[in-house]
């Protein structure tokens, strides 16, 4: 039997959360998903979450979510991340932050999908623990019973994201990277059966830059004068992707990239 996960990327503002909303039924529905898992660290204006965007994600057709470096950007999340059984923090923070480590989600089928999610620490002002470390001892932790388990690597370096994926090769379904919203054309399934990507892209206005108003941006770098980067709004597209993974052994069989390009305006 075989079981087929929807991987989104980070969703940036409000662009990005009309897409994701528009954009979820449909692939779910062309694609035959199981189980969705969507990157939400950056849905409330472009950093952080609220409660109220949160279950805004889950009704569009989030089943897993995974946040990032601004996890505790907005204060008021935190409540949910003690409370919901749906959502992770970085498993390499302190012990002492709020949140669960990982996530496990039932499917129709009956199938167990599990999340973990780590940030990096090349080039990331967030101080953590080491990565590969804090995933062993979180798989180490989940039930033998459960064979399909996804790790999100939230980080700068592509570097640091290819090493992850070698050093879990086999030894879980999925290893993916976010953060830099920007799809790789990376995509493979590794020896051992292991599917994985650098980054799945950003789902969010790409008429930006990664996200944010072109014009700040590029007049910022020019002149060295700070300014804010607002969430931009042109061109909002869904970015990730699709991996088909057996369910009685959790290897992975194909992974694809997807793409869904919404219209232009929204609520």
């Not at 897409?19 to 199981?34: C, D, T």
């Not at 204060?75 to 059984?85: D, G, R, V, Y």
């Not at 790790?151 to 050093?167: C, F, L």
Request: glycine fraction near 10%.
């Amino acid at each position: 039997m075989e079981l087929k996960l929807l991987c989104v990327g980070d969703v940036v503002g409000g662009p990005g959360r009309r897409v994701l909303q528009e954009g979820l039924p449909i692939l779910v529905q062309q694609l035959g998903i199981e189980c969705v898992i969507v990157n939400a660290e950056n849905a409330a204006a472009g950093s952080g979450l609220t409660n109220d965007l949160y279950q805004k994600i889950v009704r569009a057709g989030a089943h897993l979510i995974t946040m990032g470096d601004h996890i505790y950007r907005r204060k008021e999340i935190i409540p949910t991340l003690e409370t919901a059984e749906n959502i992770v923090r970085p498993a390499n923070l302190p012990a002492t932050a709020p949140g669960r480590e990982a996530a496990v989600y039932q499917t129709a089928s009956g199938q167990s999908v599990a999340v973990v999610s780590v940030l990096g620490r090349m080039f990331m002002k967030t101080p953590v623990n080491c990565p590969m470390a804090a995933v062993d001892r979180v798989l180490a932790s989940l039930p033998k019973s459960v064979k399909i388990i996804v790790v999100e690597i939230h980080a700068e370096a592509t570097s640091e994201k290819v090493a992850m994926g070698w050093h879990l090769d086999g030894r879980v379904s999925v290893v993916f990277g976010t953060h830099t919203h920007v799809p790789t054309a990376d995509e493979r399934i590794l020896p051992k059966g292991t599917a994985y990507i650098t980054d799945l892209g950003m789902t969010g206005p790409y008429d930006s830059v990664l996200g944010r108003d072109k014009e700040r941006v590029v007049g910022a770098m020019l002149t060295g004068v700070p300014s804010p980067f607002d969430v931009a709004t042109g061109d909002p597209r869904l970015c990730g992707i699709v991996v088909t993974v057996e369910s009685a052994t959790g290897r992975a069989t194909r992974i694809e990239r997807v793409r869904y390009d919404g219209k232009e305006g929204g609520v």
